[in-house]
């Protein structure tokens, strides 16, 4: 009994949890598996001399039984597509650090804009009105008016990820720090200046959240609507009086479901069990093996 | 049986709650249905659903109460949001002078969308952060009396006229549905079809009982 206690204990570790929301959060079913869960030693064993990644193994496993927290990291880099398994060592490290310049300089380009941004604070109330005058926020100052139409939306949407980071996964410990809830909000903000066709929609903070440096690299599916109309037929096929109820009930249209698809089960399970229903069940969907 | 709960009640009544992210919709929701109320709580996403059956003049009125997220880009996903929906409670954040502004474009959002007799509310909610307040009270009830709404100060932390709030809005659109019985009532009684005890259907008004008047 002592023992499994401590290998819970040990899984928890890497992403500690505020000791008073403990009680208030789902209970981690996700346990490491000899043999089925990915471990940091099949990992290193999975790539070749030059750096290249058998990944036809890696994912078999993943599969099976998720990979260990010690490795997420890495690992996810490949499971969203970030490298090619084929890449080496080398190529790889050059385009991380192209990556991360190319980050830097979009930084620095929304640091121009709005002050606050990569400095460890964030803003949760507007800096600009409806037309684009600039409103006094404490510690971001928005100089003149604003009067291109892509700047003024992007302004205006910013004290939003304020207003949800501070709400996001708030039972860990990492966000007590105002600094990481900064990150976070960073991403978002950079995100959406840089892909200003998506932007931001509520509940990206809850995907971003576990992949914070990675998320340039995923892709956030608005089209949730047409996922509960999916939904609803697979039911209707599968369990067709399960079907008749919801409908009884007035659910016919799948509303219920809504957030479960929009942040992917995010909300349903406790932090790790998500990275490994995400890990399990995405495989593959950002890489070639 | 659980099946049979869901008719125990004389009247349902779909209510929606609207108003800008973070005024604390979700906490008003979850005060009025389970009396909790969260510090820690996450944003909405999408719709989210809690009823509370309470009594009104004697009648079970089962109140559904849907809770949306607040960014306005939700608004055309969740098109199923205000069908049906009877009564509206409109929040607004009393430390947070933006929230207020944006009022009216809920109202907007109301005309352009909701049932044009819905029954409507406005809260300005966080009465407990009076030392932060950004909107005074008399700025609330201004803009109430201006856009004939019924106003409360609320504080979902302390529970403070949230039951006063809903039992506003209920008992309001109960006034309406009991009046529209009486008077539906009448009309069969006038309609001279003696011995007939059945139901008589009044009709939904919005639809076929709309004459040629507009037409020409």
Known sequence: MFGKKAGTEELEAFYPIRPECVA???KT?????AGKTLSARRWQAAFSETGCLDIAKVLRRIQRGGIHPSIKGLVWEFLLGCYNPNSTLEDRNQLRQQRRERYSMWKTECRNMVSVIGRGNFITTPIITDDGQPIEVEGCR?????????????????????????RTDRALAFYEDKANQAKLWDVLSIYSWVDDDIGY????????????????CSTTSIGVQSQLGT???????VDPQLHKHLEDLDGGEYLFAFRMLMVLFRREFSFLDALYLWETGNVGNGVQP | ??????????????????????????????????????????????????????????????????????????????????RGAVGALLVYDITK???????????????DHADSNIVLMMAGNKSDLNHLRSVSEEDGH?????????????????????????QTILNEIYHIVSKKALAAQEAAASASIPGQGTTINVGDESGNTKTACCST
């Open chain 1, 231 to 237: 939904l609803s037929q697979v039911i209707k096929t």
């Open chain 2, 142 to 166: 201004a803009v109430a009396e201006k856009e004939g709404l019924s106003f409360l100060e609320t504080s979902a932390l302390e529970a403070t006229n949230i039951e006063k709030a809903f």
């Open chain 1, 142 to 166: 928005v100089t003149s008016a604003v009067s291109d139409k892509k700047v003024a939306q992007w302004m205006l949407i910013l004290h939003q990820f304020g207003l949800d980071v501070v």
């Open chain 1, 29 to 33: 079913r996700f346990k490491p598996r």
């Open chain 2, 97 to 111: 002078r933006q929230t207020f502004d944006n009022v009216q474009r809920w109202l907007r959002e109301l005309r």
């Open chain 1, 201 to 216: 929609v509520q509940g990206m903070n809850d995907i971003c959240s576990p992949m914070r440096e990675n998320f340039r």
């Open chain 1, 24 to 26: 208030e959060i789902p």
């Open chain 2, 1 to 82: 049986m659980a099946h049979r709960v869901d008719h125990e009640y004389d009247y349902l009544f779909k209510i929606v709650l609207i108003g800008d992210s973070g005024v604390g919709k979700s906490n008003i929701l979850s005060r009025f249905t389970r009396n909790e109320f969260c510090l820690e709580s996450k944003s909405t996403i999408g719709v989210e659903f809690a009823t509370r059956t309470v009594q009104v003049e004697g009648k079970t009125v089962k109140a559904q109460i849907w809770d949306t997220a607040g960014q306005e880009r939700y608004r055309a996903i969740t098109s199923a949001y205000y």
